[in-house]
């Protein structure tokens, strides 16, 4: 059942190009000029209604919404605001019949979750779901569902749900640009044939994963480490932070790199691994700068950039280069190599990699 893989993680790794593919499938016109998302029934007048975006959802299901943040403020040009459901349930937000709620939730029964979306609809918003699991309690209660055709996530870590989640809020921030008119045709189209090409990409990251391996039994030797980046980079960073101590229990911290002078880098000592996110075209240079923060106090950096952008080699001690595609794409790319270095980290030490201690696959209790 693991199809010749040694676990379920190390395949839903390899399943995301299947998976990206079919959670675009009939979703992309065969134009190539817009995206067709017949289960979202809001009309035109109610898409424009929208006033604000509420996206609430647990663990790493919160870490896709905080890039479906960016990706709907970019595209549709609406407010967002990406919360925790164990804080949003509680804090009384502000919801309207002008707000539309998106949960996200791969297996669709998060209790917090689940009761967010309650929530949500008993202050008259609108619930759209992003979730993995038809017929889920998530699903049934929301106003549209977005399946993500992920297939079954067996293993504790979410990967391939996560990505699918991704892909998601790509095809929904195009459907509200195209219906606002918030962009122009031919950059819609510019971003779905973008998007067409990602599963080969992913492909291209995985036949690298040695190089990732070597790296992670480095990494597997220490017991803290921090993930840095900028922007939509640090979105990642937070990802790639909750893998790796999920599994291989090794503390890290994921730190928005501009902000590590106002604390953290006391903490950065010689020989510490660094892994720097530096993907975003318009903050490599800042995020350069950070990475000389660190390496100035011996910190020994890992840096992941795009195909292109080849003189990070000179600032970190190892590179790994995901292939290049629109800015906003980067995070269905640049998270598939930290989804490898937990996984070799977890194998390494030796750790149940698909159950890790502590931990359910579906978390049902508040
Ligand atoms: C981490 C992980 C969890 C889940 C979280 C939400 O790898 O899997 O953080 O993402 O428990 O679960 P769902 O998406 O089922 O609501």
């Not at 199809?3 to 065969?30: C, N, V, W």
């Not at 029964?109 to 949500?120: I, N, Q």
């Not at 749900?161 to 459907?175: C, D, E, K, R, V």
């Amino acid at each position: 059942e693991k199809a010749g893989y040694d676990h379920f993680m190390l395949k839903e790794i390899h399943e995301q190009p299947k998976a990206y593919r079919d959670t675009m499938g009939s979703r992309l016109d065969p134009s190539g000029k817009k995206v067709v998302l017949n289960e979202v029934g809001m009309t035109p007048q109610q898409i424009k209604a929208i006033r604000h975006v509420h996206i609430v959802a647990c663990g790493t299901a919160y870490h896709a919404g905080l890039v479906g943040k960016s990706v709907i403020e970019k595209l549709a040009r609406i407010p967002v605001e990406t919360d925790v459901a164990s804080e949003y349930r509680y804090r009384a937000p502000i919801i309207t019949p002008e707000t539309l709620v998106i949960v996200v939730s791969q297996s669709g029964e998060t209790a917090d979750t689940l009761a967010a979306l309650r929530e949500a609809k008993r202050c008259g918003a609108r619930v759209l779901a992003i979730t993995n699991v038809v017929g889920s309690s998530v699903a049934r209660e929301a106003d549209d569902v977005i399946t993500t055709w992920a297939g079954p996530e067996i293993a504790v870590a979410s990967t391939k749900a996560y990505t699918s989640q991704l892909i998601a809020f790509y095809l929904l921030g195009l459907y509200l640009a195209q219906t606002l008119g918030s962009q122009d045709d031919a950059y819609i189209a510019e971003v779905i044939a973008e998007l067409k090409e990602l599963p080969e990409k992913v492909e291209r990251i995985l036949a690298q994963s040695e190089a990732i391996k070597n790296v992670a039994e480095q990494i597997a030797t220490h017991d803290n480490l921090f993930f840095i980046g900028r922007g939509l980079d640090y979105a990642v960073a937070l990802e790639g932070s909750l893998k790796l101590k999920e599994i291989s229990y090794i503390h890290s911290e994921a730190y928005a790199a501009g902000e590590l002078k106002h604390g953290t880098l006391a903490l950065i000592e010689e020989g510490i691994p660094v892994i720097a996110l530096a993907t975003q075209e318009d903050l490599f240079e800042k995020t350069v700068s950070n990475i000389k923060e660190v390496t100035a106090r011996g910190a020994h950096v890992f840096g992941i950039h795009s195909e292109g952008h080849y003189e990070l080699a000179k600032a970190v001690d190892e590179v790994f280069a995901i292939p290049a595609t629109l800015p906003l794409l980067t995070p269905a790319l640049s998270v598939v190599p930290l989804q490898l270095l937990s996984y070799y980290a977890s194998l390494a030490r030796g750790n149940d990699v698909d159950k890790p201690r502590n931990l359910a696959k579906s978390v049902t209790v508040e």
